[in-house]
T-cell receptor
Framework: NAGVTQTPKFQVLKTGQSMTLQCAQDMNHEYMSWYRQDPGMGLRLIHYSVGAGITDQGEVPNGYNVSRSTTEDFPLRLLSAAPSQTSVYFC????????????FGSGTQLSVL | DAKTTQPNSMESNEEEPVHLPCNHSTISGTDYIHWYRQLPSQGPEYVIHGLTSNVNNRMASLAIAEDRKSSTLILHRATLRDAAVYYCSTYNTNAGKSTFGDGTTLTVKP
């Protein structure tokens, strides 16, 4: 049972480059979300989705795009990478029921030079 | 979204109880309180959650204040494996999104 799978685990970008962080879950969860975690800080919500075709902005959406064409996948796109986007990115999913817990991936460590 | 506040760090001795506090004074009436823990180089892992009543599971207990503005995660007998960063969060059921605090780093001394 894979759960939530994130790729790549590590990535180094140059300022201005674009890339896509991949997230896939095999639990048939309706809800998916992306968080970023900076040193010594908690997780901040970037974007989230309550189902295929539906996305919304979280606390820190600037510089990121998402789409949800299938239930399983929720990719995060960096349009033009900036050093301020250096962070660890976590994808999470949940069943969507009342009080349901989040399942997290193992994270992508991104460095923007 | 409700903001949560936690102490930066706490220490405990092995096999002693640990009480990890969290303030969420702006929590809405329908938001759940979730706790997660994170080991180095891993994603957060669910520990426990509740709405109004105290909750127990095999990992921990959750005590929720009557006004829901604060909660406490209780580890009944800390072990070295419990050393981690513990996050308190408020969970919006309608959107399936959580708002996290900055976490408490728990150190367990043998």
């Amino acid at each position: 049972n894979a759960g939530v799978t994130q790729t790549p685990k590590f990535q180094v970008l140059k300022t201005g480059q674009s890339m896509t962080l991949q997230c896939a879950q095999d639990m048939n969860h309706e809800y998916m979300s992306w968080y970023r975690q900076d040193p010594g800080m908690g997780l901040r919500l970037i974007h989230y989705s309550v189902g295929a075709g539906i996305t919304d902005q979280g606390e820190v959406p600037n510089g990121y795009n998402v789409s949800r064409s299938t239930t399983e996948d929720f990719p995060l796109r960096l349009l033009s990478a900036a050093p301020s986007q250096t962070s660890v990115y976590f994808c999470a999913s949940s069943h969507g029921g009342v009080g349901e817990k989040l399942f997290f991936g193992s994270g992508t460590q991104l460095s923007v030079l | 979204d409700a903001k949560t506040t936690q102490p930066n760090s706490m220490e405990s001795n092995e096999e002693e109880p640990v009480h990890l506090p969290c303030n969420h004074s702006t929590i809405s009436g329908t938001d759940y309180i979730h706790w997660y823990r994170q080991l180095p180089s891993q994603g957060p892992e669910y520990v426990i959650h509740g709405l109004t009543s105290n909750v127990n599971n095999r990992m921990a207990s959750l005590a929720i204040a009557e006004d829901r503005k604060s909660s406490t995660l209780i580890l009944h007998r800390a072990t070295l494996r419990d050393a981690a960063v513990y996050y308190c969060s408020t969970y919006n059921t309608n959107a399936g999104k959580s708002t996290f605090g900055d976490g408490t780093t728990l150190t367990v001394k043998p």
